[in-house]
């Protein structure tokens, strides 16, 4: 019978420069779910990241349990075809006269510089990539000619070439203005329909849009809240996470917050 699961981890801590980074982390993540995971700077979302990109590895201990696609035991070329994750920080490495194809392409050799003698293939699916996701008139442009909405949807696509199993957002959203904010959020939500299934790692919950079937939320490296918005997302689970005294309410599809007077 197939595996349920493509992440599995039980009792499962890692240390990073002497510091417990993930501590005791049970979680299941489902193959047809989108994941939303949010908390404050400092709540060990990125130590989640790079424990499942396998730059950290957990202590080996007798009750711990670790599987990525149902094994404990991954190559590391394997884990990067089936799972994308798309870290904006890289834009300042990118060659500022790297065309947007260019860019693309790149993603199926793990790069970020002008691929030379690309096969018709690859070519032909970067295309269709481009194609589906509405970058036609961005495909000949210099990377430094776009706005910063457009680098990080350009990134994604990158992401998307390889046709990733699991397609991993980290904070998407941050340092952007509001043109650029509701963008990059409707263009996340057009991605549903392609087959990668979605995590997102953010602070910000605006980003907690109706494609998310489930909210996972983490303060002090310590799973708070899990299960669907309607489970999840309320005054009290918000007002724990952030340490806040805030009101919370949906309108329109999105999640809004309010100051209490």
């Given at each position: 019978?197939?595996?349920?699961?493509?992440?599995?981890?039980?009792?499962?801590?890692?240390?990073?420069?002497?510091?417990?980074?993930?501590?005791?982390?049970?979680?299941?993540?489902?193959?047809?779910?989108n994941v939303?995971?949010i908390?404050?700077?400092?709540?060990?979302k990125?130590?989640?990241l790079?424990?499942?990109?396998r730059?950290?590895?957990?202590?080996?201990?007798?009750?711990?349990?670790?599987?990525?696609?149902?094994?404990?035991?991954?190559?590391?070329?394997?884990?990067?075809?089936?799972?994308?994750?798309?870290?904006?920080?890289?834009?300042?490495?990118?060659?500022?006269?790297?065309?947007?194809?260019?860019?693309i392409?790149?993603?199926?050799?793990?790069?970020?510089?002008?691929?030379?003698?690309?096969?018709?293939?690859?070519?032909?699916?970067?295309?269709?990539?481009?194609?589906?996701?509405?970058?036609?008139?961005?495909?000949?442009?210099?990377?430094?000619?776009?706005?910063?909405g457009?680098?990080?949807?350009v990134?994604?696509?990158?992401?998307?070439?390889?046709?990733?199993?699991?397609?991993?957002?980290?904070?998407?959203?941050?340092?952007?203005?509001?043109?650029?904010?509701?963008?990059?959020?409707?263009?996340?939500n057009?991605?549903?329909?392609?087959?990668?299934?979605?995590?997102?790692?953010?602070?910000?919950?605006?980003?907690?849009?109706?494609?998310?079937?489930?909210?996972?939320?983490?303060?002090?490296?310590?799973?708070?809240?899990?299960?669907?918005?309607?489970?999840?997302?309320?005054?009290?689970?918000?007002?724990?996470?952030?340490?806040?005294?805030?009101?919370?309410?949906?309108?329109r599809?999105?999640?809004?917050?309010?100051?209490?007077?």
């Amino acid at each position: 019978m197939a595996n349920d699961y493509w992440l599995e981890a039980k009792n499962i801590s890692c240390f990073k420069n002497g510091y417990e980074v993930v501590k005791n982390l049970t979680l299941k993540l489902k193959n047809n779910e989108n994941v939303i995971l949010i908390g404050p700077n400092g709540s060990g979302k990125s130590s989640l990241l790079e424990l499942i990109n396998r730059n950290i590895y957990p202590v080996i201990k007798k009750d711990a349990v670790f599987k990525v696609f149902n094994k404990e035991l991954i190559n590391i070329w394997e884990l990067r075809k089936r799972i994308s994750v798309v870290n904006y920080d890289v834009k300042s490495r990118i060659n500022p006269n790297l065309k947007v194809i260019d860019l693309i392409i790149s993603g199926l050799y793990g790069k970020y510089c002008k691929i030379s003698h690309i096969s018709e293939s690859d070519f032909s699916c970067a295309e269709i990539l481009i194609q589906k996701m509405s970058l036609t008139n961005l495909s000949e442009k210099n990377f430094s000619h776009l706005s910063e909405g457009e680098k990080q949807i350009v990134l994604i696509a990158r992401a998307l070439i390889k046709k990733p199993e699991v397609l991993i957002f980290d904070e998407p959203i941050a340092n952007l203005d509001l043109k650029s904010k509701f963008y990059i959020l409707d263009q996340i939500n057009e991605l549903t329909k392609l087959n990668s299934k979605i995590i997102c790692i953010t602070h910000d919950i605006s980003m907690i849009t109706e494609i998310y079937n489930r909210v996972i939320m983490l303060k002090d490296r310590t799973i708070i809240a899990d299960g669907t918005q309607s489970e999840t997302i309320n005054n009290k689970n918000i007002n724990n996470l952030f340490d806040i005294n805030i009101d919370v309410k949906k309108h329109r599809g999105f999640w809004h917050i309010y100051r209490k007077n």
